[in-house]
Nanobody, 121 residues
């Protein structure tokens, strides 16, 4: 069993900042990728940023230069620093982790519970 606990969401004004955290715990052997996705009503869930075990990052074009994804391997935690927030950044942000639970086992995908980010104008 693996649990993902998200924190850091909230309400901010345009131009403000938030830092999201997602901590993974449970039966984890290794984490191959951690990332953030967001969803608004009426739209599909979209990629915001990902980071691999090797440190390779990938960002949605709309957040490049404003958001930074990072990880703390010792804590099995991924962070998303969000600066210069805009109203269009509003949505529910979900943490995603790709991991293995054993040295010989397959890769599994887990999602966090989601945390609301609201940017007011």
């Amino acid at each position: 069993q693996v649990q993902l606990v998200e924190s850091g969401g909230g309400l901010v004004q345009t131009g403000g900042s938030l830092r999201l955290s997602c901590a993974a715990s449970g039966s984890i052997f290794s984490i191959n990728l951690m990332g953030w996705y967001r969803q608004v009503p009426g739209k599909e869930r979209e990629l915001v940023a990902t980071i691999t075990s090797g440190g390779t990052t990938n960002y949605a074009e709309s957040v490049k230069g404003r958001f930074t994804i990072s990880r703390d391997n010792a804590k099995n935690t991924v962070y998303l620093q969000m600066n210069s927030l805009k109203p269009e950044d509003t949505g529910v942000y979900y943490c995603k982790v790709l991991l293995t639970t054993t040295a010989w086992g397959p890769q599994y995908q887990y999602w966090g519970q989601g945390t609301q980010v609201t940017v007011s104008s």
